[in-house]
Every structure is written in C-alpha cells, then in structure tokens.
C-alpha cells in the first residue's frame, strides 16, 4: 500500500481525505497538532474504517520533528498539507501567527521533503486566491489578485513559492487545489467539521442555530447584486472535496502531472446565502430562525469555480447535492448534541 502523509489529518477536510485514501487503497500517515480539532476526530475516522490509522502528534512549522516523522515513516510516496490556520477574521488581528504557521510549515515541509527524495505535494489552497473576481465562473486563468486578509495572503504566497520551487529546476511536482466552500460532513456522521467557539462559517452556524446552540443566524447583507441580494458561493460537499485529493495524488503518484498546477474545485454552481438556508430546510424540515443584517466587511459578493479543467484532468466529479450537504452537516451537528451527553 502506498503511504501518504497528511498534514492536518485530524482536521475537517483532512479527517474526510484520510477515509477517502483508505477506501482508495492507500495507507495514510497523519500529522496534527490539534491545535483546531479535537481527538474524537481519530476516533471517528477508527468507526468509519474499523481500525486505526497512525498519528503523530507533531507541530508541522517543526523542521527537527518532522524529520523524525520521515526517519520513522519510511517509504513515504506523497504528501497531502492541509495544516493551516483559516480563520480569515483572527488572521487580520494576529497576522504573524498566519504566516508563522501557513508560511512556515510549508517551508519546513518543503526542506525535509526534499531531504528525503519526497517529491509528490498536494497543496491546500482556496478561492480566496480570486479576490473579488472580474469574471464568473472564475477558471484557473482568472487573474490572483492582492490578498483581502493575511490569511488569504498566506495562500496566495505558498502557491508562489511552489511555483519558485516548480521553476528553480527542483523536483518537485505539486497540484495545488483551489476550494471553493466545503460543507456537510461524512455520511455516517462520525467525522464532520469541529468549529471552535462561535463558527465563522455559514453552515456551522446554520446547524448551530437549528440546535438551539445559536440564537438566531445573521444574513450578513441583501442588498448585493445578486437575484436575492444575498453574496453567492459555491458550496463542495467535504466528501467530493475529500476525494479530489484522491485523484490528485494518484494523478501526481502515475507521473502524469505537471512540475505545479492549479485546479479550481466546486461544484460550478453558484448559490445565494438565502438559498442555502432554504436548502437547509427543506433537507432537514427545521424551520431556521434568521434576520438580515448589515454585510461582513471584506465579503466577496459572488464567486463560483469553473470545474472543467478539474473535471478533463483529474476526472473530478462532485456527487452530493446541496441539500444532501445540508443534511449531512445536520446528522453531524445531532451526532454531536448526542456524544455530549
Ligand atoms: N454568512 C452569513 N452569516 C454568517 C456566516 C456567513 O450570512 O453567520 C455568509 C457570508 O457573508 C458569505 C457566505 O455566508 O456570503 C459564506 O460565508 P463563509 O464564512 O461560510 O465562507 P466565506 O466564503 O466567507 O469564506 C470561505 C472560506 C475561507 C476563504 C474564503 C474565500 O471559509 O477560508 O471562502 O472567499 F478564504
């Protein structure tokens, strides 16, 4: 079996791909801190595939404990970095913490990588890459704009220092994954995303609100120029996220892939806020308790992916609606109310 370390294997997206690379045959070997997770996650990855997968407890940005990792975890084929910070508020007050840790760890990565002849990454990125984007759908060719927060910058540098690194002669080959907004949860409900505090995110804060943990769900803004006047995204089920990761590694593992591509993924629909709600309700029967307030500043008002290119090369599909999304986020916020009992 094929070893494949995943940084950030404990986290939302990370804890789906690992699951996903068992079922495709591979042998994950996670990385985490848990700075922002929490241990029920191995946990659930352990129900979901009857048995343990290993874990080493280390901070990614440690160049000296990484190294032991990859002493330890011979054979190692390809790496998958999820671990990073995301808040995108926390990261405009605490800027330095986002590129200690978003910058700091790809680079400690990168170095012992290359020390031990590891030469296949998949990397983490996001839409945020687009900024405010001046054509919809945005493909991979849409311009990057200047980063809206640190957090966004962070991205937006480590896909420029792959891309150095891709052009310096180096051998390294890199598939950088451009999400677009993952939601839902694993359908067995055993994994799901684990927000800490109040959820920056709209869906965990849907859940949340519909489990009586929230008050009431702000709509942050209606007076955009969208059909609804609510902003526009484009959700991904974390479970198609997850199994893009798939592809792309055993993409990168046949030798088929570039020295650095990009690739956008989504589902290629665009869908309003209000709709998101209402896709809520109807997959779950909740009636959800919501008022309109003023926008988030640094909001972008729409933006949805262009999946063609990821669709032709990598054979990525998505398979779960909104509302199935919407579903299996609120199975995971139950599973959750019913574990804390
Ligand atoms: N929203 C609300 N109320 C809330 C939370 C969100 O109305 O309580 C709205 C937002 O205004 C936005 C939409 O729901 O229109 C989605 O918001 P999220 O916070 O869930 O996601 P964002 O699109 O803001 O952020 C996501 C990722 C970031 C990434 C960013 C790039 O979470 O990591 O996309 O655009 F940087």
Not at 158 to 184: K, Q
Not at 235 to 255: F, M, N, P, T
Request: hydrophobic share 40%.
């Amino acid at each position: 079996m094929k070893k494949i370390l995943v940084t950030g294997g404990a986290g939302y997206i990370g804890s789906h791909t690992v699951v996903e690379l068992v079922e495709a045959g591979y042998e994950p070997v996670i990385i985490d801190n848990f700075s922002n997770t929490e241990e029920r996650s191995l946990q659930g990855i352990a129900d979901i595939l009857g048995g343990d997968v290993t874990c080493h407890r280390i901070d990614c940005t440690d160049t000296a404990a990484l190294r032991e990792v990859f002493e330890k975890e011979t054979d190692i084929e390809g790496v998958i970095h999820f671990a990073a910070f995301k808040a995108v508020g926390e990261s405009v007050d605490e800027p330095l913490k986002y590129y200690h840790n978003n910058v700091g760890s790809l680079v400690a990565l990168l170095q012992v990588m290359k020390e031990f002849n590891v030469n296949k990454l998949v990397f983490s990125s996001s839409c945020t890459v687009y900024g405010i984007p001046a054509e919809l759908p945005v493909t991979e060719q849409t311009p990057v704009q200047k980063a809206n927060s640190p957090y966004g910058n962070t991205k937006k540098i480590c896909e420029e220092i792959l891309t150095d690194l891709a052009t310096s002669g180096s051998d390294m080959y890199t598939t950088a994954l451009r999400y677009f907004n993952p939601i839902g949860a694993h359908p067995s409900a055993k994994i799901g995303e684990l927000p800490l505090g109040v959820p920056n995110n709209l869906v965990p804060f849907i859940t949340q609100t519909a489990a009586g943990i929230r008050e009431q769900l702000t709509i942050f803004g209606n007076d955009y120029d969208t059909p609804d006047g609510t902003c526009i995204r484009d959700y991904v089920h974390v479970v198609d996220l997850a199994k893009a990761h798939v592809v792309a590694i055993e993409r990168l593992l046949s030798g088929k892939a570039g020295n650095i591509e990009f690739f956008n993924v989504g589902t290629g629909t665009g869908n309003t806020v209000l709709e998101a709600v209402q896709a809520f309700e109807r997959a779950t029967g909740e009636k959800l308790n919501y008022k309109i307030g003023p926008r988030r500043p640094g909001d972008v008002p729409k933006i949805f992916a262009d999946v063609t290119k990821a669709t032709e090369e990598l054979g990525f599909k998505t398979t779960t609606t909104l509302e199935e999304a919407m579903k299996s986020a609120w199975d995971w916020q139950m599973h959750l109310k019913e574990t804390a009992k």
